[in-house]
C-alpha cells in the first residue's frame, strides 16, 4: 500500500509539473504548444523573471541577483557590467549543434560576496537562445564606505576569504526527446571549492558510467534518455562553509512521427 502512495505521488506530481510547464510556456510567450511539441525548429527565448529594477547595498554586504528565462533550444544566460560580460555560463552547445527541439526553463544568479564601490553600475541579464536574445537591466548602488586597493583587500583578509558554495548556473525544468542526451548545467562559486553530487529522482548518488557523467564544473550528462529518467534531479554543494543545492525536472518528450 505504501509503494502504491509513492507511485500515486510521483505520478500526481510528474502531471501537475508538466501542466506547470505548459502554463509557463503558453503565459510568457505567444507560441502554439503543438507546433513546438511537433518540433518546429523556430528559436524562441523569454526573461520570465527579471532581475530587480534596481537593488541598493552598503559597502562590504553580500549582493546576489537573479535571472530566469525559459526557450528552445535550452538557452542560456550571462551577465554583464556596463558592456563587458562578466561570466562563462554557455552549457547547451550540443543542443544548438544539433538544433534539438528541447524546451528548458533556467536560473541564474550573480554573487559578489564583498561588495565596493568598484560595483556600482548597470548589470544586464543576457539569455540567449541560438540566435534569439532577451535583456533585462538592473541598477546596483553601492553606497556607505571606500574602495580599496589590491594591498588593501589582502590585508583585510577580504580576497581568499572562505565563503558559501553557491550555484549560479542551473535548469529548473528541462524537456527533451527520447532517446537523445543531454547536459543538465550545475555552474557554481565557492571557496573552498565544494564538492558536487547528483542525486537521481529515487535520491541516488549518481556515479559516473556509461549512462550518466558528471563533469568537473558540475554538469551532468545524461545519455539516450528514456520515459523511466523522468523526474526531479538533485545538484549538491559542499564545503568547509556550507552547502547549497538546486533541483532540475526533467521530462521525456515523445519524438515526433
Not at 10 to 30: G, K, P, Y
Not at 61 to 81: D, F, N, R, V
Not at 120 to 145: F, H, I, M, N
Amino acid at each position: 500500500m505504501m509503494i502504491l502512495s509513492v507511485l500515486v505521488i510521483a505520478v500526481t506530481f510528474s502531471q501537475l509539473e508538466c501542466r506547470r510547464i505548459m502554463d509557463d510556456l503558453s503565459n510568457e510567450v505567444s507560441i502554439n504548444p503543438e507546433e513546438n511539441f511537433g518540433y518546429s525548429s523556430r528559436e524562441w527565448v523569454k526573461i520570465s523573471k527579471p532581475p530587480v529594477a534596481v537593488m541598493s547595498k552598503k559597502v562590504g554586504q553580500h549582493m546576489e541577483l537573479h535571472c530566469e528565462a525559459m526557450g528552445s533550444p535550452p538557452p542560456t544566460i550571462e551577465w554583464y557590467k556596463a558592456n563587458r560580460k562578466i561570466t562563462e555560463n554557455g552549457a547547451f552547445e550540443t543542443n544548438v549543434l544539433t538544433r534539438s527541439p528541447a524546451l528548458a526553463e533556467v536560473s541564474s544568479r550573480l554573487v559578489v560576496n564583498y561588495l565596493l564601490p568598484r560595483h556600482q553600475d548597470v548589470y544586464r541579464c543576457v539569455a540567449e537562445s541560438g540566435t534569439k536574445v532577451d535583456t533585462a537591466p538592473t541598477k546596483l548602488l553601492v553606497t556607505d564606505g571606500r574602495e580599496m586597493n589590491f594591498t588593501q583587500l589582502l590585508s583585510a583578509k577580504i580576497l581568499g576569504a572562505h565563503h558559501l558554495p553557491r550555484v549560479t548556473f542551473w535548469a529548473s525544468t528541462y524537456m527533451e526527446v527520447i532517446g537523445n542526451d543531454l547536459v543538465l548545467p550545475c555552474k557554481y562559486v565557492g571557496n573552498p571549492k565544494p564538492r558536487v553530487i547528483w542525486m537521481d529522482p529515487y535520491s541516488k548518488v549518481i556515479e559516473n558510467n556509461e549512462k550518466y557523467s558528471v563533469s568537473q564544473d558540475g554538469e551532468l550528462r545524461i545519455r539516450s534518455i528514456e520515459w523511466s529518467d523522468m523526474g526531479q534531479y538533485v545538484c549538491a554543494l559542499e564545503n568547509s562553509v556550507g552547502e547549497d543545492s538546486i533541483e532540475t525536472f526533467l521530462y521525456p518528450m515523445q519524438g515526433s512521427k
